[in-house]
């Protein structure tokens, strides 16, 4: 695919993963095999234990908003940078709900085949997330 069309595959699969809030839309973007590496001694997620991820992470933070201010593509794949914001309203990672407000940047990288994303690698910095949502 073409660095345009790559961009658009990620800007489409932001929409409505995120910004409509439909983790189930995941299984159209992903190939069978991908893989979401979240943490470099973590298992990789299949789409499946993706959606769930996702699906847990709207349950706990129910008004999450992103804005997404890059994104930058090649013929192979795509990255981009965005921040998430919400309320922390439930559950998540063991932690219960704290109601305070949450910011989280990201920086996403995506390797692309066949109009497919096959992996994707991601980055955050939590000042806000890991220190807000934290029991005092």
Not at 25 to 44: E, G, L, N, T
Not at 88 to 105: C, K, S, W
Request: charged residues 25%; negative net charge; aromatic residues 8%.
């Amino acid at each position: 695919m073409s660095a345009a069309e790559n961009k658009e595959l990620v800007d489409r699969y932001i929409q409505e993963v995120w910004v409509e809030r439909n983790p189930e839309a995941i299984a159209r973007f992903v190939a069978s095999d991908y893989q979401r590496h979240i943490a470099p001694r973590a298992p990789a997620l299949n789409p499946e234990s993706q959606i769930e991820r996702v699906k847990g992470f709207g349950a706990a933070f129910p008004d999450v908003a992103i804005v997404v201010d890059d994104i930058i593509a090649d013929d192979h794949g795509a990255s981009f940078r965005a921040t998430l914001n919400g309320t922390h309203l439930g559950d998540f990672a063991g932690v219960p709900a704290t109601g305070r407000a949450i910011e989280v940047h990201l920086v996403d990288f995506m390797e692309i085949k066949d109009g497919k994303i096959v992996a994707q690698w991601g980055a955050r910095t939590c000042g806000t997330c890991c220190n807000n949502w934290a029991p005092p």
